[in-house]
């Protein structure tokens, strides 16, 4: 492996041009296709065979008009005014109408005319007249009532009780993400208009997002930490930039690959937003590992740049190319859980991470012959010379006496690096899952301030009314009023139930939607206990009365999203784990270095989950990361950070031990080999982590709900990973176990193939040209030593 790369590193140093030339070309090719496609996002989460979903799935054929994306906006009037005084009235009802005539929204006001012009042969309004009066009277006088024009109600819009403010739910003939770029802002500044008139406040709900902002103030800060965090390790401008030229290749060619196809393949928000936060963060990541390395056999052995280069791709581009393949494989454990989002999401982000270690092991050699000896300037060498000197009177580097006291106090340092953990855990065993809801945004947005007003003028139920499919039993046979009543009438009677309301009906009148208002929020336990009362009533009612009916909604979705997830999640990690241990054991040819990787990860994961259970449910330090909403934790995220920090973890185990390797391999003792090992790689592992952590937490920023949690969980996580495990329990461990640590079977040895991922053939066949340079630092000074 080592040769071949070496040969790759050699091949693309000497002819940059060529290898620089079909890059641009992929690129060139991707730019190309964005333009002649434009990017179409989804905020959509789909579970195929779920009950939600087949209910929705059902209605899409059974009534078409109603599986379209739905809008909700809330119109407030003026302090001291009420929304039905007659001057206010106007300007709703010229702004309802705006809506209804908007290009892309159902008009429902056709459709009631048409039936109103039946008389009473209308289904549809006999039905509604026979659910109404099963309703009575209502029983609280904050019950929300229609709003009226010329005698009749106008469909879609209530006003509140108390007069404060109206709430108008409508659909799209399509769904959101479907709709021609500005369709949605363009409803919603139709309405504004008309409604400014009287000093109406529009206020849109969550569910009226079209592409969500992918790329914001944050992330591009999060780059700018790491490109210094780059300048600062490699200590070049040149070589600084080298990474993140990769890691911005990367992105564009596979995050941007992924949007070209978006017009084909429904794309989720969130899987964009982790394929760029990955492709950022390894990209970069990678490169420096290569790039280090690069110098360091400069420096350190006086190679030219050429031999350099090609022998950092030889010997490190195999430790980036295995710890890559971690991150692809744990990704691609998404796809045996058979949930069409997942994967999509796990392929996209995979193929990411495939043309990041791609672009490391071609592009960035092929960079290195055109920058030359630039990349290592006589100031960075000088620098470097510097650094080496700054020991203390025992003639150790920092790392090389941090990795020292780590052996030397192993015992402290395992319990301290188990303990951390397992204290920023202990939340976990609170964490809620859910979607996120008008009430996950910050206070000011407009999503949640339409939350908090329907919340005050409506209810909280109004937030996220259930919808209720109702089909006869009978095929052919039209649902009566009769038993359309009396399934209302069983809905009432179901402890968390405000109302239910007929919301539509087919043509047949073989099919019937009732809208269902809970008296709580959509992420609510109370709710959580209606949606599953109502699936447990399902069967009495079918039964009594000639109709089969099904539960969709924000809520159910939630549950049966979490539910899946749950049973799912167990056979991904195993499969995950199995198949990460596979490629640790050929790695580093031992059995104990693959198991204490994975336990380290187990502890990461907890204290990951735990963290950002603390934070976003239980509202602890928020401000610290302009916070103010709690919400539970986004139903995915679970399972999707799970894989990814697997993945990354791994790589930070792989340039830490690989180092450990090396050392033990050309006749280190264990202990000394642990020590210079940590002190080859641990600035490495430091700076590299430092640059996941920037650019993860620079998502934390994000106004989507979803995307910040994903961002913080990603940072948490790297941060208790490489600072807590790798660089301290690993050690220690490592320490603890001596000889024992690369023990294998032999029958096991002679049975697995040598990867020579440390470069030991390399060095066999293809001898130093020279003789490493030699001055007064030691030489194990000089591999802890960082250019």
């Given at each position: 492996m080592?040769?071949?790369?070496?040969?790759?590193?050699?091949?693309?140093?000497?002819?940059?041009w060529?290898?620089?030339?079909?890059?641009?070309?992929v690129?060139a090719?991707?730019v190309?296709?964005?333009?002649?496609n434009?990017v179409?996002?989804?905020?959509?989460?789909?579970?195929?065979?779920?009950?939600?979903?087949?209910?929705?799935?059902?209605?899409?054929?059974?009534l078409?008009?109603?599986?379209g994306g739905?809008?909700?906006?809330?119109?407030?009037?003026?302090a001291?005014t009420?929304i039905?005084?007659?001057?206010?009235?106007?300007?709703?009802?010229?702004?309802?109408?705006?809506?209804?005539?908007?290009?892309h929204?159902?008009?429902t006001?056709?459709?009631?005319?048409?039936?109103?012009?039946?008389?009473?042969?209308?289904p549809?309004?006999?039905a509604?007249?026979?659910?109404?009066?099963?309703?009575?009277?209502p029983?609280?006088?904050?019950?929300p009532?229609?709003?009226?024009?010329?005698?009749l109600?106008?469909?879609g819009?209530v006003?509140?009780?108390?007069?404060?403010?109206?709430?108008?739910?409508?659909?799209f003939?399509?769904?959101?993400?479907?709709?021609?770029?500005g369709?949605?802002?363009?409803t919603?500044?139709?309405?504004?208009?008309?409604?400014?008139r009287?000093?109406?406040?529009?206020l849109?709900?969550?569910s009226?997002?079209?592409?969500?902002?992918?790329?914001g103030?944050?992330?591009i800060?999060?780059?700018?930490i790491?490109a210094?965090?780059?300048?600062?390790?490699?200590?070049?401008?040149?070589?600084?930039g080298l990474?993140?030229?990769?890691?911005l290749v990367g992105?564009?060619?596979?995050?941007?690959g992924a949007?070209?196809?978006?017009?084909?393949?429904?794309i989720h928000?969130?899987?964009?937003?982790?394929?760029?936060?990955?492709g950022?963060?390894?990209?970069?990541?990678?490169a420096?590992?290569?790039?280090?390395?690069?110098r360091?056999?400069?420096?350190?052995?006086?190679?030219d740049?050429?031999?350099a280069?090609?022998?950092?791709?030889?010997?490190?581009?195999?430790?980036?190319?295995?710890?890559?393949?971690t991150?692809?494989?744990?990704l691609?454990?998404?796809?045996?859980?058979?949930?069409?989002?997942?994967?999509?999401?796990?392929?996209?982000?995979?193929?990411t991470i495939?043309?990041a270690?791609?672009?490391v092991?071609?592009?960035?050699?092929?960079l290195?012959?055109l920058v030359g000896?630039?990349?290592?300037?006589?100031?960075?060498r000088?620098?470097?010379?510097?650094?080496s000197?700054?020991?203390?009177?025992?003639g150790h580097?920092?790392?090389?006496?941090?990795?020292?006291?780590?052996?030397?106090?192993?015992?402290?340092?395992l319990?301290?690096?188990?303990?951390?953990?397992?204290?920023?855990?202990?939340?976990?065993?609170?964490?809620?899952m859910?979607?996120?809801?008008?009430?996950?945004?910050?206070?000011?947005?407009?999503?949640?301030?339409?939350?908090?007003?329907?919340s005050?003028?409506?209810?909280p139920?109004y937030?996220?009314?259930l919808t209720?499919?109702?089909?006869?039993?009978?095929?052919g046979r039209?649902?009566?009023?009769?038993?359309?009543?009396?399934?209302?009438?069983?809905?009432?009677?179901v402890?968390g139930?405000t109302e239910?309301?007929?919301?539509?009906?087919?043509?047949?009148?073989?099919?019937?939607v009732l809208?269902?208002?809970?008296?709580?929020?959509p992420?609510?336990?109370?709710?959580k206990?209606?949606?599953?009362?109502?699936?447990?009533k399902?069967?009495s009612?079918?039964a009594a009365?000639g109709a089969?009916?099904?539960?969709?909604?924000f809520t159910?979705?939630?549950?049966?999203?979490?539910?899946r997830?749950?049973?799912?999640?167990p056979?991904?990690?195993?499969?995950v784990?199995?198949?990460?241990?596979?490629?640790?054991?050929?790695?580093?040819?031992s059995?104990l270095?693959?198991?204490?990787?994975?336990l380290?990860?187990?502890?990461?994961?907890?204290?990951?989950?735990g963290?950002?259970?603390?934070?976003?449910?239980?509202?602890?330090?928020?401000?610290?990361?302009g916070?103010?909403a709690t919400?539970?934790v986004?139903?995915l995220?679970?399972?999707?950070?799970?894989?990814?920090?697997?993945g990354?973890?791994m790589?930070?185990q792989?340039?830490?031990v690989t180092?450990?390797?090396?050392?033990?391999?050309?006749?280190?003792?264990?202990?000394?080999a642990?020590?210079?090992?940590?002190?080859?790689a641990?600035s490495?592992v430091?700076?590299a982590a430092t640059?996941m952590?920037?650019?993860?937490?620079?998502?934390?920023?994000?106004?989507?709900p979803?995307?910040?949690?994903?961002?913080f969980?990603?940072?948490?996580g790297?941060?208790?990973?490489a600072?807590?495990?790798?660089m301290?329990?690993?050690?220690?461990?490592?320490?603890?176990?001596?000889?024992?640590?690369?023990?294998l079977p032999?029958?096991?040895?002679?049975f697995?193939?040598?990867?020579?991922?440390?470069?030991?053939?390399l060095?066999?066949?293809i001898p130093?040209?020279?003789?490493?340079?030699?001055s007064?630092?030691?030489?194990?000074?000089?591999?802890?030593?960082?250019?």
């Open positions: 080592s040769v071949l790369l070496y040969r790759l590193g050699r091949f693309a140093y000497g002819k940059p060529y290898v620089i030339g079909g890059w641009l070309a690129v090719a991707v190309g296709l964005l333009v002649a434009p179409r996002l989804s905020n959509e989460v789909r579970i195929d065979g779920t009950p939600s979903q087949q209910v929705i799935d059902e209605l899409a054929t059974s078409p008009e109603a599986s739905q809008g909700m906006l809330v119109f407030k009037a003026r001291g009420r039905d005084d007659p001057g206010v009235r106007s300007a709703l009802l010229a702004a309802v109408d705006a809506v209804y005539r908007h290009d929204v159902i008009d006001r056709k459709a009631l005319a048409e039936e109103v012009a039946k008389g009473e042969s209308s549809l309004l006999r509604q007249a026979a659910v109404a009066r099963g309703a009575g009277q029983s609280s006088a904050k019950v009532v229609p709003l009226r024009a010329d005698g109600p106008v469909p819009v006003v509140s009780a108390d007069g404060s403010a109206a709430l108008m739910q409508f659909q003939d399509e769904q959101t993400y479907e709709l021609p770029s369709t949605v802002d363009s919603v500044k139709a309405a504004e208009r008309q409604a400014a009287s000093g109406i406040d529009v849109p709900s969550a009226m997002m079209e592409i969500p902002e992918v790329i103030v944050g992330e800060v999060g780059v700018v790491a210094l965090v780059l300048l600062v390790t490699l200590g070049s401008v040149v070589a600084a990474p993140l030229v990769i890691a992105v564009t060619v596979g995050v941007g949007f070209t196809l978006s017009t084909v393949f429904e928000s969130l899987t964009a937003v982790l394929a760029l936060m990955l950022l963060a390894v990209g970069i990541d990678y420096l590992f290569i790039v280090n390395r690069e360091r056999l400069i420096l350190d052995d006086g190679l740049t050429h031999e280069t090609s022998r950092a791709i030889g010997t490190a581009g195999s430790a980036v190319f295995f710890a890559g393949s991150v692809v494989i744990a691609g454990g998404l796809l045996v859980v058979g949930i069409t989002l997942l994967s999509t999401m796990a392929v996209v982000a995979a193929a495939a043309v270690v791609l672009l092991l071609t592009l960035l050699p092929a290195l012959g000896e630039r990349v290592c300037p006589p100031r960075a000088r620098r470097a010379q510097r650094r000197a700054v020991v203390d009177h025992a580097t920092r790392a090389t006496r941090w990795g020292a006291g780590l052996v030397r106090h192993k015992y402290p340092a319990a301290a690096a188990f303990l951390i953990p397992v204290i920023l855990a202990i939340p976990a065993a609170d964490m809620r859910g979607l996120p809801s008008g009430a996950s945004y910050n206070t000011g947005t407009a999503q949640r301030e339409s939350y908090d007003l329907v005050d003028a409506f209810g139920g937030n996220g009314p209720v499919a109702v089909n006869s039993t009978a095929e039209p649902l009566t009023p009769a038993a359309l009543a009396s399934v209302s009438a069983d809905l009432r009677e402890k139930a239910v309301s007929l919301a539509g009906m087919n043509s047949t009148g073989t099919t019937a809208a269902l208002v809970p008296s709580s929020g992420n609510d336990d109370a709710t206990a209606l949606v599953t009362a109502v699936r447990d399902s069967a009612i079918s009365h089969v009916i099904g539960i969709t909604g159910a979705l939630a549950i049966d999203v979490s539910d997830l749950a049973d799912v999640l056979l991904y990690v195993a499969t784990l199995g198949l990460s241990l596979i490629v640790l054991l050929l790695v580093f040819r059995l270095v693959p198991v204490t990787a994975t380290g990860f187990l502890l990461t994961i907890a204290a990951t989950f963290v950002t259970t603390a934070v976003f449910e239980w509202g602890w330090l928020q401000e610290l990361i916070l103010d919400a539970p986004v139903s995220l679970p399972i999707i950070i799970t894989g990814v920090l697997y990354l973890a790589d930070y792989m340039f830490l180092s450990m390797r090396e050392a033990h391999i050309h006749g280190a003792t264990p202990l000394n642990t020590v210079t090992g940590f002190a080859r641990s490495v430091v700076a640059i952590v920037s650019v993860f937490a620079g998502f934390v920023l994000n106004a989507q979803m995307i910040k949690q994903a961002g969980a990603l940072a948490t790297i941060l208790v990973d600072f807590v495990i790798r301290t329990l690993i050690p220690a461990a490592m320490a603890l176990a001596q000889e024992k640590a690369w023990w032999a029958w096991l040895d002679r697995l193939p040598d990867l020579d991922v440390e470069g030991d053939k060095a066999r066949k130093l040209p020279r003789p490493a340079v030699h007064h630092v030691t030489a194990e000074q000089k591999e802890g030593s960082t250019a």
